[in-house]
Nanobody, 127 residues
């Protein structure tokens, strides 16, 4: 059984920063074989892609709405993936989900290609 556990969410003022983390575990889960990513879902909206990173950490992808403000990274030795969020805006308010896909990071931009989801962590940005 694979578990993705997010942490680091919270309440922050506009312009502030937060760092989300996702810890992956599972007896048969080979973390370095998976592209990892982050999605978010605001109330009344569909879940949307935020960022993805290749298995080796070399290639990253970002939604246009977060490009230049968010940075995704991973540590394969610790089975963790992070999302550094700077210059936060009220429209970034959402539940943020960690995601894993056994394949190319580019494919992780699509909800239907996600193999595993975390339970989500709330990020609230006040104006």
């Amino acid at each position: 059984q694979v578990q993705l556990v997010e942490s680091g969410g919270g309440l922050v003022q506009a312009g502030g920063s937060l760092r989300l983390s996702c810890a992956a575990s599972g007896r048969t889960f080979s973390f370095s074989s998976y592209a990892m990513g982050w999605f978010r879902q605001a109330p009344g909206k569909e879940r949307e892609f935020v960022a993805a990173i290749s298995w080796d950490g070399v290639t990253t992808y970002y939604a246009d709405s977060v490009k230049g403000r968010f940075t995704i990274s991973r540590d394969n030795a610790k089975n963790t993936v992070h999302l550094q969020m700077n210059s936060l805006k009220p429209e970034d308010t959402a539940v943020y989900y960690c995601a894993a896909h056994r394949g190319a990071a580019r494919a992780l931009a699509t909800v239907s290609r996600v193999d595993y989801w975390g339970q989500g962590t709330q990020v609230t940005v006040s104006s």
